[in-house]
């Protein structure tokens, strides 16, 4: 008897799936989080001219997910700006500025 169950044990647990303990890979999540929830909701209101509902969208976006992309995205499209990724206007912080910049802020020796 005890030689049953332990075949049958061995046999569910040779048929049950293994996971792996991966970080599942951004690209291929299957949701948004909710800003980008929020955030496709405000350009189908966009698309279909509700402008009032997206404005609300956005500011709600804004209100409630404040240190989100969508957030910096929304805050630039209620500004007036075309919602890129990156906010029109803005500049990179100061240890991630390119070379070019570095160059421009460095008095010359000379």
């Known amino acids: 008897m005890k030689l049953l169950i332990a075949t049958l044990f061995a046999l569910a647990m040779g048929s049950a799936p293994f996971q792996c303990a991966a970080d599942p890979d951004p690209e291929r999540r299957m949701t948004d989080t909710p ?7 405000s350009e189908r ?3 279909e001219g509700n402008e009032a ?3 609300t ?3 709600t976006i804004i209100e409630r997910y404040p240190s989100s992309r969508e957030a910096a995205r929304a805050q630039d499209i209620l ?3 075309d919602g890129a990724e990156e906010p029109s206007g803005a500049e990179p912080p100061a240890d ?3 070379p070019e ?3 421009a802020t ?3 020796r000379g």
Not at 35 to 41: H, K, W, Y
């Open 53 to 55: 509902a997206r404005r």
């Open 96 to 98: 991630e500025a390119g």
């Open 106 to 108: 460095t008095p010359s």
């Open 35 to 41: 800003a980008e929830a929020l955030f496709g909701l």
């Open 45 to 47: 209101f966009e698309a």
């Open 79 to 81: 500004s007036g700006g």
């Open 57 to 59: 969208t956005l500011e």
């Open 101 to 103: 910049s570095a160059a």
